[in-house]
């Protein structure tokens, strides 16, 4: 019979790799008791460990990230806004000369 794949929370995932870490709890025990397969376990500590600088950055600068990001998100749609009314006054002045409306 197959078992139902557990899908672990990010503070789930931190908390087995500690308890490898500081505990010393090794991982076959840990994948023991958490049905892991011992790859899964690993690719979760790579992920750590290449992810840990992103605690250590000030919040200023993960603030201006989101800021420049939402910046430019806000500028794509003006652009988007620029070309439909653009053409919406192409074609009303188009309109216009097929009507001779002055």
């Not at 197959?2 to 490898?20: F, L, P, T």
């Amino acid at each position: 019979m197959k078992r139902k794949r557990k899908n672990y929370s990010a503070n789930e995932k931190v908390a087995i790799i500690k308890r490898h870490l500081v505990d010393k709890v090794s991982v076959s025990d840990l994948c023991d008791e958490y049905l892991l397969n011992p790859t899964v376990f690993y690719r979760w500590q790579k992920e750590f460990f290449e992810n840990g600088a992103a605690a250590f950055e000030k919040s200023d600068a993960r603030r201006q990230r989101a800021e420049r990001k939402r910046f430019e998100e806000l500028e794509a749609k003006l652009q988007v806004k620029n070309e439909v009314l653009s053409e919406l006054m192409e074609e009303h002045v188009r309109l216009k000369k097929t009507l001779g409306v002055p």
